[in-house]
């Protein structure tokens, strides 16, 4: 069974350059997806016609920086000198979209031969991908992960809480409906401020329950005080439709 090509200073321009289709998939091995790997490894091995590498950005950095690629796991969809397609933290299916894609540039080449038919995974397409469908509890030591790497991939919904706090347990239970409503489509999360004062200075939080929306990496709604069930239902849907580029891509 083949295995993924390790990209080295010596084969980077074979790959880069070919002309075979690729799909380089830059990891320092953290925070690497289990569906995704089991499927890029699985598709390594039985798709022909496609090349298949990884490169370590902790050991070339230079080629990381060359193609813009940070310490977050990401695939690149690669044909004829252009990028084809670019996701950042992948998953399985992030992977079939970028044959499909990949594919299609083949096919838009005159010069180029067809593709053999890529071999449908079973094994990892029938895995259900985990739906979080309540609240997640936040502390100081994990909000980079739970929210703001989070807010890349969907919005994420902050309630800054207290136990003592009368409105916040009168807001408690519409997040709970609202995590089951939207399942899959917003992430609501919980800091208890008593519990994180680091996290409390740093957004300023004076008056609790106060809700903070996250969509990647970017604050697009922050306000404190209880609101009803149909305005933070609201509230959560224009989260979900509202495209956020990039903080790089902002202009400034």
Known sequence: MREPIILTDDN???????????LILFTTGEGLRGDFKVSFNKMAGEAAGYVFATLDPSKNPAAAAKFDVGDKPTLLAWYCGEEVARR???WGSDLTLAVE???NAVKNDPNAAPLPEVPE???TTALPTPVLDKPVVVTDSNFEREVLE???DMAVLVDFWAAWCGPCRMVAPILDKLAKEFAGKIKIAKVDVDANPRLSQTFRIQSIPNLMIVKNRT?????PGALPEPSMRDLVQQAITLQVPPPQAQPK
């Open 12 to 22: 980077l321009d074979s790959v880069f350059n070919g002309s075979q289709p690729a």
């Open 219 to 223: 604050i697009i709604f922050n306000q």
């Open 88 to 90: 950042s933290k992948p």
């Open 101 to 103: 894609l990949l594919q």
């Open 150 to 152: 989070a807010s890349e």
């Open 121 to 123: 995974d079973e094994e």
